[in-house]
């Protein structure tokens, strides 16, 4: 299978946020987290996430991942669960460090275990852990881990 990266192009939105909202269900799944989900459309963090450096991994005109980062700090890494396994994140990864200088930091859910692995395959680390309330509309506990790579 073969797949391009690119910056991130308006003409994509819907895709994108089909495969975000896709599989940021699986994401909060893995926390019992399913009932605090919004589409990405409607998510309040819309204007923070398209502010971003976004690259989209894009197999035969469809979007099938993306990442994004800021300054130190990668922020979201998402593949369409039908195609994880497949290389996609890793390239997604080795492209965005190239834009990062380090130390790079990261957080994600502490039992997102397929995405820790990937993280730690590119020499990411634990350096922190906090269980905190999700809000106070919905106050159920999560945890999350803190990574670094210097």
């Known amino acids: 299978m073969t797949f391009q990266i690119f910056p991130y192009q308006q003409k994509y ?74 290389g996609i994140g890793t390239a997604l ?12 930091q990261l957080d994600v859910f502490t039992h997102n275990l397929k995405a820790k692995r990937l993280y730690q395959k590119f020499g990411f680390q634990v350096i922190d852990s906090v269980t905190e309330k999700w809000s106070d509309a919905y106050p159920v506990d999560f945890s999350q881990d803190k990574m670094k790579l210097n």
């Open 13 to 86: 939105f819907d895709q994108l946020c089909q495969v975000m909202d896709k599989s940021r269900m699986q994401e909060l799944k893995s926390e019992d987290l399913e009932a605090v989900f919004i589409s990405l459309k409607n998510a309040p963090y819309l204007d923070y996430f398209l502010s971003c450096r976004i690259y989209i991994a894009v197999e035969r005109q469809k979007l099938v991942g993306f990442v994004g980062a800021k300054p130190h700090h990668l922020e979201f890494l998402y593949v369409d669960p039908d195609k994880q396994g497949q």
């Open 93 to 104: 990864m080795k492209r965005v460090l190239l834009d990062l200088s380090r130390p790079v």
